[in-house]
């Protein structure tokens, strides 16, 4: 079983839309047995708060289910529990790295998985407004993750 958690800054908006696209395609692949997904956030802003309400209409739009969510901050017991660590931007990766130095060979950046897109961060849509370029890029970088997991697992 592969545990991933998935983390920005406030987790609600990049973080449980990266958490909801990737439980979709691993539904859509009939993988719910191999992986545990979830998202935190670096901060406790919103805390218990559902995801913003931009990020749930997109993905219903996109017939994908948002529920059980609340948000949370991301904790020691999370970063022990988990696989990997993959976060948005720099920040989030700075951010993690320093709270939780121990797990530093877990942590990495989403866009890491994409690449050939140009982006170095996924830009916050909380701040740009621009929620479809922030799915563009996770449900991108989302399928890679899968694929690159899903090769493992073919060859186990």
């Not at 700075?94 to 690449?115: C, G, M, R």
Request: a positive charge; hydrophobic letters at 35%; one cysteine or more.
């Amino acid at each position: 079983m592969t545990k991933i958690i998935f983390v920005c800054l406030g987790n609600i908006c990049r973080s449980p839309m990266a958490e909801f696209i990737m439980k979709d395609l691993i539904s859509k692949a009939n993988l719910n047995n191999k992986f545990i997904i979830s998202s935190a956030g670096t901060s406790g802003y919103h805390d218990g708060e559902d995801m913003h309400y931009k990020t749930k209409a997109l993905l219903s739009n996109k017939n994908i289910i948002t529920k059980p969510f609340y948000s949370k901050k991301l904790n020691l017991k999370m970063c022990k529990e988990n696989d990997l660590i993959i976060v948005m931007d720099n920040n989030n990766y700075n951010e993690v790295v320093k709270k939780f130095p121990n797990f530093k060979h877990k942590i990495q950046k989403i866009t890491s998985y994409a690449l050939e897109l140009g982006y170095d961060e996924v830009p916050d849509p909380w701040y740009s407004n621009n929620f479809n370029e922030t799915y563009d890029i996770l449900s991108h970088a989302c399928v890679s993750l899968l694929n690159t997991f899903y090769k493992k697992l073919l060859f186990k």
